[in-house]
């Protein structure tokens, strides 16, 4: 994920010197997984699990990820898997050729390490979501290519490199893969494979990529253990965690305060990274968030259970930046919004995030999935999603193939295009909204069900362990207030249903069948519990009131709900050149940016319209925003650019002579070049 400067991943590439594998062949163990297989993987109404919790000696998680497919998309959080699918991520295999019928993941002598199963990864549940049959068998592939071509000693995937971390990526896709076709062959093969690295891990140690990415695998490890027991496989978790980077310390003693450089970290051409460069790598911090909710299933450390609040709230205060992400373009970079994310980090951080708040039900990580989902995430992908971008800048006021003061990226880096700066986030960006809109609603593990992020969808699962139920989630949120949740048991049965109450929502309102349930308080989940019955209706409204929140150097932010608001720059999309189905571009401001707003938060409430429209089309496409928001403010001409980028923002109050404009603010991702990070005008009384 590193290009033009220090060392590169294409330098990590070329210096793999790695022993082939055995020669791969079909594995000879038989058996079927413990786990029914209700019906038609594709069918709307049926998921083909049982419902799985922690086996002993696992700690209890508050909530269960429901298998793939028992939460399914509509309206318009469908119709943004359905843009994925008809866009870039639909069709890369047919001209990208790292992700093509030449991968060595399909038995090819291309790419062997680590995009194909990226891609997979996203592949699988977008495909099964959508209930495609084009990319199901696209997704079919892949997976038969691993499951069928397992060596006699339990290694899986090409012979090319023996490197544990692509392998850590793939046995997410086999999990996912597996709750949605229940096919018998992945079982066998997860437990050859871990049975094979238990014997090898003493001899050949987890490195570089693999070390500090070492808790992905033993989700993997937790998830098999609670569908197929075996002591063994704890085992392995545990050298995993000896052998692997402890995030927990890392944070306990964060050093990493200020923006980096290539030179404090010791980045050279032709080199592995330095320590230093895999500690302070975004997406490696990222996928490092969820370490601690996931090893404290194993060691029941109160220390280990807070690690992960920890992390969020240091990230915050010396990287964070306003759109729910920390600075990392592509190591920390500090908090000035100028500086960037890059769209690997983004997906990441959300797949962290649904693992963690499954873990301890914290409802402020659903605060936070939320607005990384739905602002940070279409963000950086343009409304088609033909063209993305590797890094994205809250106060992005040009995108151009030109140097920036990031702190290790190239100069292509926030171009909109195939694969900007490097190729990682092309094969892995199309998890984000699957694996979210699978994370929607989680089981509580006692025969309930909890709403912990909320989006247009159906849920079809089994309660009070037996019972058939689908709830229908019908709402405009995060660009409404209003959710309606319509439950459907097959027969009465008696439940509980948990719904997060955002921390924001301050006056939320819950009722049943029109009666109010008491208290919602801001930033818990609010339990009911009673006999359902088929059409029995909750209703929530969650008001959002347009407010402030303070950055860097004491600006501001304006949110409504879990949306950020931005001042778009009317850009003009200029072809740098054609890329196979798709191309590269260059964005031009065509419009000021440099304002400051006249508001603050004893104001907001009257400073800041609220603009409603109708909610159709695309919600993250300019011209289709449901929501904008009016704000007064002056244009400050001594904020200028430097270095292709917007200058911080100018410490305020700020005075100014120039006029008082009225100011259009549109949800973020909306705006592909904008200001989301404003100085504060001083008041003129």
Not at 134 to 156: E, V, Y
Not at 598 to 612: F, G, I
């Amino acid at each position: 994920m590193i290009k033009s400067a220090g060392s590169t991943r294409r330098d990590f590439l070329k210096v793999l010197c790695l022993p082939a594998a055995a020669v791969l062949s079909p594995p000879g163990a038989e058996g079927r997984p413990d786990l029914a297989r209700e019906s038609d993987p594709t069918s709307p109404t049926v998921a083909t699990e049982r419902l799985t919790s922690n086996r002993a000696p696992l700690a209890e998680s508050s909530f269960y990820p429901l298998p793939l497919t028992a939460v399914r998309p509509t309206g318009w959080l469908r119709q943004q898997l359905e843009v994925h699918a008809s866009g870039l991520s639909g069709h890369l295999d047919e001209f990208w050729p790292d992700v093509g019928s030449n991968s060595g993941w399909l038995g090819g002598s291309g790419e062997s390490w680590e995009r194909g199963p990226y891609f997979v990864d996203g592949l699988v549940p977008l495909a099964y979501l959508l209930q495609d049959e084009r990319l199901i068998a696209k997704a079919q592939q892949w997976m038969d290519w691993t499951l069928d071509h397992q060596a006699p000693n339990g290694m899986i995937g090409p012979t090319s490199n023996d490197d544990w971390w692509p392998r850590i990526v793939i046995l997410k896709a086999l999990t996912q893969y597996h709750e949605a076709t229940a096919d018998p062959r992945v079982i066998p093969v997860m437990q050859h494979y871990f049975a094979y690295q238990a014997r090898e891990l003493a001899a050949r140690p987890l490195r570089d990529w693999g070390k500090y990415r070492w808790q992905d695998e033993v989700l993997s490890i937790q998830w098999l253990y609670n569908r197929a027991e075996n002591p063994e496989l704890l085992a392995l978790a545990e050298m995993l965690h000896r052998q692997g980077y402890e995030w927990r310390s890392q944070f306990e003693n964060f050093r990493f305060t200020e923006k980096t450089n290539r030179d404090d970290l010791a980045l050279r051409h032709n080199q592995l990274p330095s320590d230093l460069a895999m500690q302070t790598h975004g997406v490696n911090n990222a996928m490092g968030l969820k370490s601690s909710a996931v090893w404290w299933l194993v060691s029941k450390d109160p220390a280990d259970r807070e690690g992960l609040l920890r992390q969020l709230r240091t990230l915050d205060q010396y990287h964070g930046i306003p759109n729910g992400m920390f600075s990392a373009d592509e190591h920390f970079a500090g908090r000035n919004p100028s500086q960037g994310i890059e769209l690997c980090a983004v997906v990441e951080t959300m797949f962290s995030l649904e693992q963690g708040l499954a873990i301890l039900g914290d409802a402020a990580l659903g605060d936070r999935l939320e607005q990384i989902a739905y602002n940070a995430l279409p963000g950086g992908i343009t409304a088609d999603a033909w063209a993305h971008q590797y890094d994205q800048e809250p106060n992005q006021i040009l995108c151009s193939l030109s140097p920036r003061p990031w702190s290790t990226n190239g100069p292509e880096s926030n171009l909109f295009g195939l694969e900007p700066n490097f190729g990682c986030c092309t094969a892995n960006m199309h998890q984000g909204w699957p694996k979210f809109a699978s994370s929607l609603w989680m089981s509580d593990g006692k025969g309930g069900l909890a709403a912990v992020a909320y989006g247009p969808s159906q849920v079809h699962t089994l309660v009070a362990n037996k019972t058939p139920v689908l709830i229908e989630e019908e709402t405009e949120y995060p660009f409404g207030e209003e959710v309606t949740l319509r439950v459907n048991p097959e027969s009465p049965a008696e439940f509980p249903l948990s719904l997060r109450i955002p921390g924001w929502a301050h006056g939320a309102q819950v009722r049943v069948n029109h009666r109010a349930i008491e208290p919602c308080e801001p930033g818990t989940f609010i339990t009911v519990t009673r006999r359902w019955r088929r059409g029995d209706r909750v209703e929530l409204r969650f008001p959002m009131q347009p407010r402030v929140t303070r950055w860097y150097q004491n600006s501001m932010a304006v949110e409504r709900g879990p949306l950020i608001f931005s001042l778009d720059l009317q850009g003009e999309w200029r072809k740098l050149g054609p890329r196979g189905m798709t191309a590269d571009w260059e964005v031009y401001p065509r419009s000021t940016w440099n304002y400051a707003l006249d508001v603050n938060e004893q104001t907001a409430e009257s400073a800041l319209q609220l603009h409603r429209g109708k909610l159709g089309g695309n919600p993250f496409a300019l011209e289709g925003v449901p929501v904008r928001i009016m704000a007064k403010g002056r244009r400050v001409p001594e904020w200028r650019k430097e270095n292709n980028v917007a200058a911080a923002p100018p410490q305020g109050p700020l005075t100014t002579n120039e006029p008082e404009e009225t100011l259009t603010l549109v949800p973020y991702a909306a705006a592909k070049l904008r200001i989301t990070a404003f100085p504060e005008l001083k008041s003129v009384t």
